[in-house]
């Protein structure tokens, strides 16, 4: 008989993603319930966000279920993820993706602004990451949670040589969740809960579709790659993180972002 390749299945597995009906996240989406996973998409407006699940799990025969939940909101995330323990359970995995930027020069930027990014960004990371673990904790077994930062939490993005792009409370937030991770997976890793992030860098989804051509020409132009990633491009990271071939890996960023990195500094290498 002959060897079966590396392979990732899902099918005892149920996975819960935050913003997992648009972007990124409904790339994690797809690539979870592909490998057989249950899968909880959780939305917080979207209006098509239970059509996206029942496409889903018709697609790949498994069962897919929306939840509305604002993850701003600790006590709402908390019987959220009850809610999502007692329908798919039992939760094995967490994708804390949802996220949002205000851009805006810094000296226009308000306290609602800090609060709306910060709210989701790095608030609502944490109140997810917080309901799974205790899910966890109390029943007494592990569990992996892969948290979505972005290369901004290194770097400033520009939209032109020298210019930034003004989105300082983005950029700092995601800079908080990266290290966020690294309190979380030192003070669980002994519950047997693994918390990683994935950092992707310049990815075509509707948020930067609505960029101006020349800022995004320009941002192609840095990736030694020459082009932005399709969002599946970053579901392969995740998947693996997520999956017991990963079960010794806590603690780290992943940059999934085209980029060469040195000592922590990116190498820009134009041909």
């Known amino acids: 008989m002959a060897a079966k390749g590396f392979t ?6 149920c996975i819960v993603i935050t913003g997992g009906n648009r972007g990124i996240g409904y790339a994690y989406s797809r ?10 998409i959780i939305y917080r407006s979207s209006k098509d966000a239970h059509e996206v699940a029942e496409k889903l799990g018709k697609e790949f025969g498994v069962q897919v279920k929306a939840y ?9 995330t ?6 999502i323990d007692k329908d798919l359970g039992p939760v094995t995995g967490l994708i804390a993706n949802a996220g949002v930027s205000v851009v805006k020069p810094a000296l226009e930027l308000t306290s609602e602004d800090f609060h709306k990014v910060y709210g989701v960004n790095v608030l609502g990371v944490f109140n997810s990451t917080k309901a ?6 109390d029943k007494k077994h592990g569990g992996s949670i892969v948290i979505t930062s972005s290369m901004s939490s290194r770097i400033i993005n520009q939209v032109a040589p020298n210019e930034p792009l003004t989105q300082v409370f983005y950029n700092s937030s995601k800079g908080a969740v990266s290290t966020l991770m690294k309190g979380l997976a030192a003070e669980w890793a002994t519950h047997g ?13 509707d948020q ?3 960029m101006e051509r020349h800022v995004l020409e320009n941002q192609a132009k840095t990736v030694p790659l020459g082009r932005f990633a399709e969002p599946h491009e970053m579901t392969g990271q995740a998947v693996l993180l997520l999956s017991d071939r990963a079960s010794y890996m806590t603690g780290g960023e992943y940059f999934v972002d085209g980029y060469v990195w040195y000592d922590g500094l990116m190498l820009i290498i134009r041909f």
């Open 8 to 13: 990732i299945d899902f099918s005892d597995k």
């Open 31 to 40: 690539a979870v319930a592909q490998a057989g996973a249950r899968v909880a």
């Open 68 to 76: 509305q939940c604002d993850v701003s909101d600790a006590e709402k």
């Open 78 to 83: 908390t019987e959220t993820f009850s809610l």
């Open 132 to 137: 799974a673990a205790k899910l966890w904790i």
């Open 193 to 205: 809960i693994r918390v990683n992030a994935l950092s992707p860098g310049y990815v075509n989804t």
């Open 208 to 210: 930067t579709s609505g």
